[in-house]
C-alpha cells in the first residue's frame, strides 16, 4: 500500500478531472435543462384546467414528445460523461485490493456528492439525476430518473 499522503495526493487530483467532467455536462446540459424545465411548467398548467379542450389535448401530446426529446438529448450527454469519467476511474484508481478499500472510503462518496451539489444537474422536481460509483470495477454509473 502507498504513502497515504500520496494516495490523497492522487485521490483529489483525480476527484478535479472528475469534477471538470461534471461542469462540462453541466454546461452541455443546460440549454435542453432550460427547454425541458419550460415544458414541465406548460404541462402543470394545462394539466391544472379542469376542462382540457381538445387543443389543450394535443399541445399536452406535443410537451410529451418535447420532453421526451429533451430527456433523450439529456441521457446522450450521460453517457458520453459516463464514458469520460470511466477513463479517469480507470487511469487513476489502483489495481491493489488494499488501496482500493482506501479509494472507497475517500473518493467514491466525493463523486456522487459532486454530481449532487452542481446546480447545473437539477432539473425542477421530476427528472433526477443520480450517479453510483462503483471503485472495484473502475466504473461510475449516471442515471436519469424521470417521475412523470
Keep these: ?7 490523497k495526493k492522487k485521490m ?3 476527484k ?13 446540459m443546460r440549454k435542453p435543462k432550460e427547454e425541458i424545465e419550460v415544458l414541465i411548467d406548460k404541462k402543470k398548467e394545462i394539466d391544472a ?12 401530446k406535443k410537451i410529451d414528445l418535447g420532453i421526451n426529446t429533451m430527456s433523450k438529448a439529456i441521457e446522450k450527454h450521460l453517457a458520453d ?12 484508481i489502483p489495481d491493489d485490493k488494499k488501496e482500493k478499500k482506501a479509494w472507497e472510503k475517500g473518493f467514491a462518496g466525493g463523486v456522487v456528492d459532486l454530481f449532487k451539489s452542481d446546480p ?29
Design 49 to 60: 384546467k379542469k376542462d382540457k379542450t381538445p387543443d389543450d389535448k394535443k399541445e399536452l
Design 81 to 92: 460523461s459516463n464514458k469520460r469519467i470511466d477513463l479517469v476511474l480507470k487511469k487513476n
Design 120 to 148: 447545473g444537474l437539477k432539473i425542477k422536481n421530476q427528472l433526477f439525476l443520480g450517479a453510483d460509483v462503483s471503485i472495484s470495477k473502475k466504473k461510475v454509473g449516471l442515471t436519469l430518473t424521470k417521475t412523470f
Design 1 to 7: 500500500m502507498g504513502n497515504p499522503k500520496d494516495d
Design 12 to 14: 483529489d487530483a483525480a
Design 16 to 28: 478535479k478531472e472528475v469534477q471538470a467532467e461534471v461542469k462540462k455536462l453541466s454546461l452541455k
